[in-house]
DNA sequence: TTGTAGGCGTTATCAC
DNA sequence: GTGATAACGCCTACAA
């Protein structure tokens, strides 16, 4: 006559039973409880809590074609020092979407042909129902193709095409060196370098525009004291060098990345220099590395960022699939600069080629 | 007549319908190939790949109990240092599982007593295949809890109270430390310092009982040399500052992370001595900030590692799921000394307190 | 407000 | 070797 507790995983009957109503009250208290009265429905939350009983995501899933899964794309990193900051923006979207029910599945891709084919994989197994992209740039077919079969989905990085017509959360890079390179200025600097990506990458001509901006906006000629190679630590001594070496050296850096402002800072080294207030050298990112080493850095702000990306993706699957669905919204964030020993500290001490050491790397 | 081709997603009657089969053929053709006739199975694999029809996981799930699904907790990581190797972990898991047919789901959780929580929660909505769990250590309540509910799981670092009796794969820590102090002994080294953490970390002792082994071998006292304190930059330099104005300061440094031999160049640096062959210093992961900034340091073979845990989990997972299941396996590996700048890469140049510069932090 | 009927796509069991 | 039937757990009508 009993319920036989504790045989199997409780269903939707087993609650019932227990509770004296029937399957379907079960599933309103659960899905629509403003339809339940109350009484039945602390009951029925009462029968709920003593079994443990847990909705089956397979069987719902089944039934209305949700499945509570978001996908994220795990990347793989370059040369570890940027890749860090993605892995946190994951961790945080991950802690975020569980408060809103949501789990993250995560997956990997070569390129965009491939991540494709993981989103037709995906979709078509386990019916994801919403994708958050990283890494967005030109050309980016992803969008279009996600958009072309109503998949939601929001960019942690702006459609930097333009056309595009989706929701994303970005950070404003160009704010970011904008602020940076003001406050060199403000602080008597005139000989401001950037060192940053070959253009056309999106992510660094915005943050080269910024350096740009300000230059322009304290008087200065931003054209002379720019260099441009791939990321890295190597590129970034190499682009250093080549402009300490110039007739005009310059007197402060602001950088693209922390590999980069790294890649500075051992040119710096390998002339006897060190970054300071009287040489800042300033990173982008603030990666572990600059924490460890004392680097003036832009901080992305990756938690705010994944709340709001997670914000958005709950508008989007709020909507009714069809018809008309909410508008897509973006933000825009900036960034914050973590002032550390290498820079923006306080003001010049007024003699720029200070402290000649032997500090270069011993090569035996 | 026709199958009314693209209306909705293909099912398993849509492919029997255009091969001209029942339902029940085209699902032997997917998962007991064996029992289909080869013209038949051509024709319905043919249809498949027409239709691209992808089994549906939900539907799969609810019969037969079985998600596809693995998860992983991410975790938080403290200075962003370390943190980041598990993430690499991940990534490579992530890549391995899916040529398993395996998908990550990734989770948070502050403590054990969540991530248990969280295990429930998997498991009962989403009937999660097994785990993998990470940063295994004494008297930890996770392994008993799954292994108690006979959930299949695998753990990436050993149990450190010797009596669980699960599947795992971890880096011979000990292994490692012991082949860097030989070197240094092999070089004429004498004074080894080791800067760890507090006893009984598991990972943290097991690191240190390899330093102290290899010093017993080359007939040195280690007692008198170690500093242990909690993992950071700041500690480590505090440690090594400790033992630098010592009677008997040492002559190289091995470390149980990086972010401890990274403190231990600022001290050195604060004395104005820079690390190299005459003043090796040794971290532990290899992370980006040795990388970046030249650190020679023991690196896990965190690909090989995900590797072994994708394999033992498809073993656990392929056998009955009661009776006699696939014992238990594990696998130690030994993790490789990559030699930079901080040290190891030639023999001391003899005279150990070498190049005194004025190569601190700049402090305005 | 509560209960009943049917089906989502798949696989297991059993005839043929 | 192939095909019919039932069931997995849930949700959405609809009826009471």
Known sequence: MDDRPGVGRPTLETVARRARVSRQTVSNVLNSPHLVHPETRSRVERAIEVLRYRPHQAARSLRTHRSRLIGVRME???????????????????????????????YTAADDASEIAAYEDLLGTHEIDAFILTSTHRADPRTAWLASRNTPFVTFGRPWDG??????????????????????????HQRIAFLGWPEGSGV??????GWEDALRGCGWDPAALVVAGPDGVDEGREGAHRLLDGAVPPTAFVCASDSLALG???????????????????????????RAIGLTSLAQPLGQAAQLCVNLMAALLGTD?????????????????????TGLGGPPTGHPTATITSARTPTS
Chains 1, 2 share one sequence.
């Open 321 to 341: 699939p069809d018809g008309t669905s909410t508008r897509p919204a973006h933000h825009l964030l900036r960034p914050e600069l973590v002032v550390r020993a």
């Open 204 to 209: 660094g001509d915005d943050r080269r525009a």
């Open 76 to 106: 793989a990193f370059g040369d570890g020092i940027n890749g860090s900051i993605l892995d946190r923006f994951i961790h945080a979207l991950t802690e975020v979407a569980e408060g809103h029910g949501y789990r993250v599945l995560v």
């Open 163 to 188: 056309t595009e017509h989706h929701s994303w959360v970005d950070v404003d890079g160009a704010a970011g060196t904008r602020e940076a390179t003001r406050r060199l200025c403000a602080l008597g």
């Open 264 to 290: 500075a800072i051992g040119a710096l080294s390998d002339l006897g220099l060190v970054p300071g207030p009287d040489l800042p050298v300033i990173g982008f990112d603030d990666t572990a590395v600059a």
